[in-house]
């Protein structure tokens, strides 16, 4: 069975042909806020690998010092906090603060003067794009999401669709999430996924009988599905429990039904992790239940750490993770009941879980820092040698008038 991940994996590893790579000396990252997130993760992930090959490195957050980040980030990368954190508003004040927001990231920018910018997740593309106008600063956006799930609105989809044109290039996670553009932005498109980044120095402390899910408490997760499931098969399994990592406004709903459930000595909801995935130490059996996905980060991490996984095989990413029956156990989505029968499988076998925990570590090699890396820099290098293309033809057009008037007779 081919993963179709493989093949746009290796496009964005060649997109930067056979030009030696050029990575910029002065580089800046643009993001909502620095909190616990999938995409807060990449970005520190980036600036410290830049950092650490000798480049200046600038992150400009919208949120402020309140709120602390839950990554560390080196020293000497630059953090620049514009206290804008964006939250609900009325249409007018919504607008204005569109407005401050975007002046507040071009005066950050102009400042700091980088040589390139790269911008996560969709308003804070266009924000950025918005931002750079007229400034000639080349401008790298990226889609953390599921473009054909989630809309940002009417507005930023129609300012999205207006500006993204403009950027150097247009970095997804997937190949689906690559479809979701036009023919127009997605020829202009690479596929880096996340890096996998464990913590350092863990120990693998399983044997504890224990299913786990990570993810934000929200609908999109379906944890309520995985609690419904985890208690039809509860009794056969005895010595299991379920832990659900994460916080979220669908935590009363969640604790609500595992009460009706009597799953409260057994299914436990204790937040979020006190260090960045601490929570593969322990882990028996991962389970993925979201309804869809940008790239699921927890699915990733715990087939790295050689967890035996049981996932949806939701839109994007766990069918481009997982071979169904050798690296994991894949569900359709359309078919629920067949995750009841998968769960109580795994959970029955240990012979099953050490296959399927083994084949997942070897197969999410592919997602290794270094490798990943190496995809972002190639697209870095591959916006910047456009960018000195263009220089380059610009002065050969403004030089012809010099050349024609030198030839003309006298």
């Known amino acids: 069975m081919s993963q179709p991940f493989d093949s746009g994996w290796q496009d964005c590893q060649r997109s930067a042909g056979d030009d030696p790579r050029f990575i910029p000396e002065r580089i800046a ?8 997130g999938g995409t807060e993760r990449v970005v520190c992930s980036l600036a410290t690998h830049w950092a650490r090959a000798g480049r200046q ?66 308003r804070q593309n266009v ?35 207006g500006l993204y044109p403009r950027a150097q290039r247009l970095v997804v996670m997937t190949e689906g999430a690559r479809d979701c553009f036009g023919p127009r932005l997605a020829g202009m498109a690479s596929i880096v996924p996340n890096p996998v980044v464990l913590p350092a120095g863990w120990t693998c402390r399983r044997g504890g009988s224990r299913v786990v899910a990570v993810g934000r408490l929200e609908p999109v997760k379906g944890f309520d599905l995985l609690i419904r499931t985890f208690a039809a098969i509860a009794p056969a399994h005895p010595d299991w429990t379920l832990t659900i990592w994460g916080e979220g406004p669908e935590r009363a709903n969640l604790e609500q039904i595992r009460t009706e459930l009597g799953l409260d000595d057994r299914v ?27 790239w699921p980060n927890a699915l990733a991490e715990a087939m790295a750490a050689g967890i035996p996984v049981v996932a949806l095989d939701c839109p994007h990413g766990p069918a481009e993770m997982i071979r169904h029956r050798h690296t994991g156990l894949l569900v359709s989505p359309a078919e629920p009941g067949r995750l009841c029968e998968a769960l109580d ?33 190639a697209v870095v290098s591959s916006a910047m040698a456009r960018v000195q293309a263009r220089i380059r033809h610009r002065r050969r057009r403004d030089r012809r008038p010099e050349l024609t008037a030198g030839l003309a007779k006298p």
Not at 98 to 122: E, G, N, Q, V, W
Not at 133 to 149: F, W
Not at 352 to 363: H, K, M
């Open 29 to 36: 990252l643009v993001l909502s806020g620095l909190a616990a």
């Open 127 to 161: 924000l950025t794009l918005a931002a750079t106008a007229g400034m000639r600063l080349p401008v790298i956006v990226s889609e953390r999401s599921n473009p054909d799930r989630q809309h940002p609105g009417a507005v930023w989809d129609w300012l999205r669709n």
């Open 345 to 377: 499988e795994i959970l029955g076998s240990h012979a099953l879980r050490e296959t399927l925990g083994a084949a997942a570590a070897i197969s999410a090699s592919r997602f290794e820092p270094d490798q990943v890396m190496a995809g972002w820099d």
């Open 57 to 122: 490195v600038s992150v400009i957050s919208l949120d402020d010092e309140t709120t602390p980040s839950y990554y560390h980030y080196p020293p000497d990368v630059e953090i620049v906090r514009l206290g804008l954190t964006p939250r609900p508003r009325p249409p007018l004040s919504a607008a204005l603060a569109i407005f401050r927001r975007a002046r507040a990231i071009r005066r950050a920018l102009k400042a700091i003067s980088p040589d390139i910018a790269l911008s996560f997740l969709t």
């Open 268 to 294: 436990s909801l204790p937040g979020v992790t006190s260090t960045p995935g601490a929570w593969i130490e322990t882990a028996d059996v991962f389970v993925l239940t979201s309804h869809y996905e940008g």
